[in-house]
């Protein structure tokens, strides 16, 4: 189906059809923008950047390629095809027609999924609108700013939702998006992940890398919901989100390269003596970026997910190839749990640990990165391997947080410890305020084409092809 670029708010939802909606969705467009000025990126506003925008929703050739200035991006609504026939394929209602608009009794419920996942979006770009101007190279740059926006297109794919589906308490809603900000005393964005700092590169890189992630498996259960509009959204918005998980996982993996590179010409001690980042900080932000976003899947047990599952609204990952009755009433899964000073898997009932099979998968996927990051230093015959931190390690949601761990710790390498074996240790598993420091120190920008900051290698190749020293943002 292909996308209207004629209208102010570029669709393939037919909103030229639905007066009312493009009304409500043209009064919203203006906050949207003064929200994208005050709280998106603080610089290269007016400079031309080469970004890439939807123009089908097909799967092949869906991008666009051109020089535009972040403002005249154009932020729309787009919908993957609608599947003929699709049913709801999962919980009590399983086998029904997909619903196209909302059931009533779910109302509720599904506002409330929608509103999460939407909030995280711009929470992400108020994260990171100071990168900007620590930009190790054009090309990471343009990274930055097309991750940007596209955070902002999932906003709008969110609030279209809200002000299709939901009136007036969708349309209140959406104005909230805009009102909530990431760190804000007051007004702090609804998960934990999306109040803390972005405070430089390689946070950004570990960001893109595990937060985005996240999303990548929150957005693919949605995607199953039995919620037609939805899940064609979801879909959508996962073709995205790969390019920002490549930009985690390439950055993370070309500072890797880099230090590397330092640790072979200078002596394996003298890295950050030559401006590299040594790779025991980089297991230090690794930890903690891995911890704070296996948090984002909630608590192990819990009867929201259990719901939303059997109310057929939210899914699990790949929820239709799994063999199963996609009831899971007298299922069982296994789930990590402490007992005394050892951890023991423990089956528990299916629908209730829905949340911890999500983060299975996740931590399933993360391993892979991890292993080509290692296979980078390997080819370089060093000897060093960077690992994921055990799942109980320093997290704040689920049966692992501080308070159900009643004075116990956890070291990254799943040792139940003592609050003091935690305080003597935990600056060689969490960056420590010095370790902070140097990495920023280290944030200096580097505008000239095909030229990179000293602490990360440049990329294998350009954004669509381009020769290395393009210029990916003009910045006269
Ligand atoms: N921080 O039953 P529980 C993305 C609350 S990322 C703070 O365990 P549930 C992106 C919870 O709200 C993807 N609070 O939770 C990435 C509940 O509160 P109430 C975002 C938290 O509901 C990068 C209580 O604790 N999408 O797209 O099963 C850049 C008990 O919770 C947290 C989604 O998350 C937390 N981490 O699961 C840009 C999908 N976790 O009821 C974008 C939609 C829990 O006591 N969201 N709480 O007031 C969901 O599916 C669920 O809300 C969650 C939580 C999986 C997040
Ligand atoms: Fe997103
Ligand atoms: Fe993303």
Not at 372 to 396: C, S, T, V, Y
Not at 459 to 464: D, H, L, S
Request: proline letters at 4%.
């Amino acid at each position: 189906m292909a996308i209207d670029y004629q209208e102010r708010i570029p669709n393939n939802v037919d909103l030229s059809e639905d007066r009312r909606l493009k009304r409500a969705l043209e009064a919203w467009q203006p906050n949207f923008l003064n929200w994208w000025q005050e709280m998106g990126p603080t610089q290269f506003q007016a400079n031309e950047v080469y970004l890439r925008t939807a123009i089908s929703v097909d799967s092949k050739g869906w991008a666009n390629f051109g020089h535009v200035k972040m403002p005249d991006y154009r932020w729309g609504i787009f919908l993957a095809e609608r599947e003929e026939g699709r049913t709801v394929n999962f919980g009590e209602h399983k086998g029904e027609a997909a619903w196209q608009e909302v059931p009533g009794e779910y109302r509720g419920n599904l506002r409330r999924l929608i509103v999460t996942q939407g909030d995280t979006e711009p929470a992400s770009v108020e994260q990171q609108r100071q990168l900007g101007l620590t930009a190790p190279s054009l090309y990471d740059l343009r990274n930055l700013l097309q991750v940007n926006v596209e955070e902002g297109r999932h906003l709008w794919a969110m609030v279209y939702l809200l002000h299709g589906f939901f009136g007036r308490d969708g349309r209140e809603e959406a104005e909230q998006m805009l009102q909530r900000h990431s760190g804000d005393v007051d007004k702090p964005r609804i998960l934990g992940a999306f109040n803390e700092e972005t405070p430089d590169w390689l946070s950004f890189f570990m960001f893109t890398y595990f937060t985005d992630r996240d999303g990548k498996y929150q957005l693919a259960s949605l995607a199953e919901s039995g919620f037609d509009p939805l899940s064609r959204t979801c879909r959508f918005m996962l073709t995205e989100e790969a390019h920002h998980m490549f930009v985690g996982e390439t950055g993370v993996g070309r500072v890797i390269l880099r230090t590397c590179e330092l640790m072979k010409e200078h002596g394996e001690d003298k890295v950050r003596e030559m401006g590299g980042i040594d790779l025991t900080t980089l297991q230090k932000y690794l930890n903690f970026h891995c911890s704070v976003s296996l948090d984002l899947f909630g608590s192990e047990r819990s009867t929201n997910a259990a719901n939303f599952y059997s109310m057929g609204l939210k899914g699990r990952y790949g929820e239709t190839k799994i063999d199963d009755d996609h009831l899971l009433g007298n299922d069982l899964y296994p789930i990590l749990e402490m007992e005394g000073d050892k951890f023991v898997l423990r089956e528990d009932n299916a629908l209730t640990v829905i949340n911890e099979r999500l983060r299975d998968d996740y931590v399933t996927d993360c391993e892979r990165g991890v292993r080509r990051w290692n296979q980078i230093i390997k080819r370089q015959g060093l000897d060093f391997e960077l690992k994921l931190p055990h799942r109980a390690f320093n997290r704040q949601i689920g049966s692992f947080n501080l308070e159900n761990l009643a004075g116990k710790r956890v070291s990254p390498d799943g040792r139940v410890i003592t609050e003091a074996e935690w305080t003597q240790n935990v600056g060689d598993w969490l960056p420590t305020d010095e370790d902070r420091a140097y990495v920023i120190s280290l944030m200096q920008s580097v505008t000239e084409p095909g030229k990179f900051a000293n602490w990360i290698a440049p990329p294998a190749r350009g954004i669509n092809n381009q020769p290395a020293d393009f210029e990916y943002v003009r910045l006269n």
